[in-house]
């Protein structure tokens, strides 16, 4: 399942950036910038009392701008806020209660979600009282905080969990496979879409960012249903005003990735591969989804014997952490092969939920150990007793060692590449993760 976002709110400077820092840079919580695409701190994962969550940083809402920036900011307020779970609605003890307090929470008021009301900048007796007159926003009790001098986290973590929605197991019978089209803008993300679904279901134009928001739409081909989610194009945080409602539309792109089952990363033929790309790439990757390259606009290249395959081997050569994944050309435009991008995804869905038997993951293990000896350092040499799969989507093994400190990057390397020689595993990562097992166990 996705992971809850949590969205923090308020207009500018009452602290949000300082307690996001702090949640994203302490141990108060097992915590991690995500990274990829996005490493300006927009977003961070978080971990408390057993629950994750992802928390966002949405920048100030200013009422009192002038009113073409007002009407921008109330745009801002209601894509981030709809995007979320939860809502933290961060206030100042030290200014107290202002208009343009009241002007958010009026906002707030009408977007149905939970909100938690945090009063920050609390750690004086004389900002404690001014407390009490934050009751007048007529939400929900206020919970005081410090950032500055991490007082009352804990406390408000606490709340935050209670007020996430529960967790669900996935409905296995479903059989529906989502699949997010991402990319940098104008790769033909929309396009693809349009002509597999055939109609014009999303707007497309050649002017980037026209793709805002996050849009599902299901699809049935060949007997397999699908759910189709177009997204925004993925800029370089330079080339995003941090104002900009743009801004917003990447926290979603970035939320659709997280919901799917299978990422389509489109890349534009003429062009190559780009920096952006990998990044973009690189986010599916960490966030463990399967994935499938697929090289857009095909029809404008000009071909000769082994173009495709002599492109195939440069692309994989530029995503050399997504070897695993396979590679598709197509033209959006066209409809030239654009059901290979299901046949594909249907595929890498298949491999990323598959599930092994404990005793032949040994058996394979053991084969793995033998043929190559485990590194040693200092004289100690690192023993692989076991493993067992833990989880899929994607598949997740667990191995119990002597010594996690022994195992080295490569040998971790060869024991995947192993079970990939084995099992397969085409189009999706594989996790392992390393448990000591003491001598007493």
């Not at 921008?72 to 100042?92: G, H």
């Not at 009282?129 to 934050?134: G, L, S, T, V």
């Not at 599930?355 to 004289?379: F, K």
Request: hydrophobic share 40%; with cysteine; glycine share 6%.
């Amino acid at each position: 399942m996705p992971k809850p976002l949590v969205a923090v709110v308020g207009r500018p400077n009452v602290g949000k950036s300082t307690f996001f820092n702090r949640i994203a840079g302490q141990r108060i919580a097992i915590v991690e910038d995500t990274p990829g695409v996005t490493r300006d701190r927009i977003y961070a994962d978080a971990e408390w009392l057993g629950r994750a969550f992802t928390l966002i940083d949405t920048g100030g809402i200013d009422p009192t701008s002038e009113d073409v920036l007002l009407s921008q900011m109330r745009a801002q307020a209601r894509i981030a806020i709809e995007s979320c779970d939860l809502i933290l609605f961060f206030v100042d003890a030290r200014a107290g209660l202002t208009a343009d307090d009241q002007e958010v929470a009026d906002l707030l008021r009408k977007a149905a979600k939970p909100v938690l009301l945090v009063v920050n900048k609390a750690d004086s007796p004389n900002q404690q009282d001014a407390i009490y007159d934050f009751y007048a926003l007529g939400l929900a009790d206020p919970i005081p905080i410090s950032s500055t001098n991490m007082l009352g986290l804990g406390d408000l973590l606490d709340e935050v969990i209670k007020l996430l929605p529960p967790e669900e197991e996935e409905e296995q019978e479903e059989h529906l496979v989502r699949v997010a089209v991402v990319g940098r803008p104008n790769v033909g993300k929309s396009s693809l879409v349009n002509r597999l679904l055939g109609e014009d279901r999303a707007l497309v134009s050649d002017i980037p960012g026209t793709t805002r928001d996050a849009i599902d739409a299901p699809l049935e081909w060949n007997g397999q249903r699908y759910l189709l989610i177009d997204t925004a194009g993925m800029r370089r945080k330079r080339a995003i005003e941090e104002e900009s409602i743009e801004r917003y539309s990447i926290v979603r792109a970035l939320a659709a990735v997280r919901r799917c089952d299978v990422a389509l990363i489109l890349i534009d033929a003429e062009e190559g591969v780009t920096e952006q790309d990998t990044k973009v790439a690189g986010f599916v990757c960490e966030e463990g989804k399967a994935a499938v390259i697929v090289v857009n606009k095909w029809d404008l290249v000009e071909k000769e014997t082994g173009t495709m395959e002599t492109y195939r081997k440069e692309v994989l050569e530029s995503f050399k952490f997504m070897a695993y994944a396979s590679v598709v050309f197509i033209s959006a435009l066209s409809g030239q092969r654009i059901h290979k991008t299901l046949e594909a995804a249907a595929a890498a869905y298949a491999q990323t939920s598959k599930r092994v038997t404990t005793g032949v993951l040994n058996d394979v293990l053991a084969d793995a150990t033998a043929a190559l000896q485990p590194p040693a350092t200092g004289g100690r040499r690192l023993k692989v007793y076991y493993g067992t799969q833990q989880g899929v989507c994607p598949p997740t093994f667990v191995l119990f060692v002597n010594d996690i400190k022994l195992m080295h990057f490569a040998y971790e390397r060869y024991i995947e590449n192993q079970f990939r020689k084995a099992f397969g595993f085409e189009g999706t990562p594989i996790r392992l993760v390393l448990r000591e097992r003491k001598k007493e166990d």
